[in-house]
Structures are given as structure tokens and as C-alpha cells.
């Protein structure tokens, strides 16, 4: 972040940039750092913080800070991105920069990125894109080639710790879970924590556990019925039974200091006991299989059977 904010010093800053890392590392709050720094009236030392487009910035107020998002819709097709293309070419308002923020690349369209990068043959001069995106699978290539990578690396543990025990003292039963299943990304916590239903999720996936691993049918139709009463979070429900699943390989391997789910050792420790290795690496390999299909949008319950059975 500081070389970016450096080339706005030296003038050397680009036109378009590709923001990518975990959602819950804050990257719009870096991105508005950024451009903070490009529309700032004092470029030596921008962003000075104390000009009056830095208050504005501050306040989300600053007319030549434009963020793009697909609004109630699904993603950002061409014809949006027509109408950003004549916005680009109004001048900026105050700055000597405009700064568009994609919010989610994702939900740019193939046909929304060939007009995007039809307005990039010839820029203005004023005009900076960021695209934040958590990977870079749904850009073309085209796109990746004209834009300044940024990626933006997970943190340290210790320093997810320190994020937790500043913003939430409280927080000091499930502390080495939280900063494990973190996982070096510090915005989970905050994610986690307003999250009253999360611990209460996370004890029924355990519970089903015993069914995800048996492969009878009774079995299978527990699984998917678990996942229909919690289909907006079926997702959320194969990532504890991938890190259930995890947790007991290591377990089984001795490696038991390594676990995420800490305060549920007792549970897994029976599990490790009873299960047969070889199916523990199987389920969890599939479970991993089946939050695939579900990213290429196949139904739930047709996921949740294929996985329990
Ligand atoms: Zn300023």
C-alpha cells in the first residue's frame, strides 16, 4: 500500500488497477485510501488528510471518488458500463483525478469488460479504475494484461490476534479459534462476531457430522435436509465440515496443535478414534467438490445429495 501511495508522490500512479485479495482484508478501505491519496490537493504529501477533498473523502462526499456496484442487481452488465463511459469523459469536479472503484470484479460481465476495455484504448487523462475482486477468475485475460496487479497477502496470526483482542476484549473463551479459523484475514472476525447465529451453526454441523460420514440413505436424507432448512448457508456449512474434516486428519496424524476448531477437541478426538482414515480424506475431498459445484450454481439440495451419498 505504501509503494502505491508513494507513486502518487513521485507521479508515476497508472490509470487502472486490480485490487485483489480476501473479502475481510478491507480492500475498499484501501482502495479509498488510495484514492484519497490521487484525488488530494496536496500530492507531496497526499493524502494530506486536512485539504478539503480529503474531508470529503473522509465523509464518502468527494464527487471525484465514483464507486461502481450493480446495485439491486445481479452484476454489471454493458449497458451500465456504457453509462459509466460517458461519465468518465465529464472532467473531474474539484481533483485533478477521477477514481471509479469497482466494488466486486465478479459481478463484471464478459461483455461489460469489452466495453471497459474499450474505453481504455485512449483513457482520459484524469481517470483511474480499480477493480477489487477476491480472484481473478471471472476477468479476461485482455483485462488482466492492461491493469497493475495488486494483491493483497493474508496477515499473520499474531497479528489477527491483536485485531481481535483491540476491537473486541470480550472476546477471550473462543480467542484461538477465532484467530485460527481466521485464517489470516482480520475482517472475519468483525464477520464472526455480529454473528449470532454462527456458534449455534457451527454446533449443528457438528452434530451432522455422524451422517456426512455414514453412507446409508437415511444418512443422506438428514444431510439434505439439513442443508434445505439452511440454504442461504449451505456455503457456511461445508466450511465447517472442511475444517471438521481437517481437523480430524491432523488429529488422527498427531498433530493436534495444529487443529482449528480447539474447543471442540473432545467431539473430533471420538471421531478421529472411530473413523477409518482413508474415508475422512474421501469426505472431505468431496465436501470440498461440492462447494465447487455450488459456485457453478448447481442447486443445493442436489449438491447436499451427491455429497451425503
Ligand atoms: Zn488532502
Same mark, same amino acid.
Not at 122 to 129: C, G, I, L, T, W
Not at 269 to 274: G, K, L, P, V, Y
Given at each position: ?165 483491540? &476491537? ?113 480424506? &474421501? ?17 443445493? &439440495? ?8
Amino acid at each position: 500500500m505504501q509503494n502505491l501511495i508513494n507513486s502518487v508522490h513521485d507521479g508515476l500512479s497508472s490509470h487502472a488497477y486490480i485490487f485483489e485479495g480476501a473479502k475481510g482484508l478491507d480492500l475498499r478501505g484501501s482502495a479509498r485510501l488510495f484514492a484519497a491519496a490521487l484525488t488530494c490537493r496536496d500530492r507531496a504529501i497526499a493524502p494530506c488528510g486536512a485539504c478539503q477533498v480529503c474531508k470529503e473523502t473522509r465523509a464518502d462526499t468527494n464527487p471525484d471518488i465514483v464507486y461502481v456496484n450493480s446495485g439491486d442487481k445481479k452484476s454489471i452488465g454493458a449497458e451500465q458500463m456504457r453509462a459509466l463511459e460517458e461519465d468518465v469523459a465529464i472532467k473531474p469536479f474539484a481533483a485533478a483525478r477521477k477514481v471509479y472503484i469497482i466494488e466486486d470484479g465478479a459481478q463484471l460481465t464478459e461483455a461489460a469488460q469489452n466495453v471497459f476495455l474499450k474505453t481504455f484504448e485512449e483513457p482520459p487523462e484524469y481517470a483511474v479504475f480499480i477493480i477489487i475482486i477476491e480472484n481473478l477468475a471471472p476477468l479476461l485475460e485482455t483485462v488482466l494484461s492492461r491493469f497493475t496487479l495488486i494483491h493483497f497477502p493474508r496477515v499473520s496470526d499474531a497479528r489477527v490476534k491483536e485485531y481481535i483482542t483491540g &476491537k473486541y476484549p470480550e472476546e477471550t473463551d473462543r480467542l484461538d479459534f477465532l484467530v485460527r479459523y481466521c485464517a489470516g484475514i482480520p475482517g472475519e472476525a468483525d464477520r464472526i462476531i455480529s454473528d449470532e447465529y454462527f456458534e449455534t451453526l457451527r454446533a449443528e454441523s457438528l452434530e451432522k457430522l455422524d451422517a456426512l460420514f455414514s453412507s446409508d440413505r437415511i444418512s443422506a436424507f438428514s444431510v439434505s435436509g439439513f442443508a434445505e432448512q439452511n440454504k442461504d448457508r449451505f456455503n457456511e456449512i461445508l466450511d465447517f465440515w472442511i475444517s471438521f474434516s481437517r481437523d480430524i486428519i491432523l488429529l488422527q496424524n498427531g498433530s493436534e496443535d495444529k487443529i482449528i476448531n480447539i474447543d471442540k477437541k473432545t467431539e473430533l478426538e471420538r471421531f478421529a478414534a472411530r473413523l477409518d482414515p482413508g474415508t475422512v480424506v &474421501k469426505i472431505s475431498e468431496k465436501t470440498i467438490k461440492a462447494q465447487k459445484m455450488l459456485a457453478r450454481y448447481v442447486n443445493i &439440495k442436489a449438491a447436499a445429495m451427491w455429497l451425503a451419498l
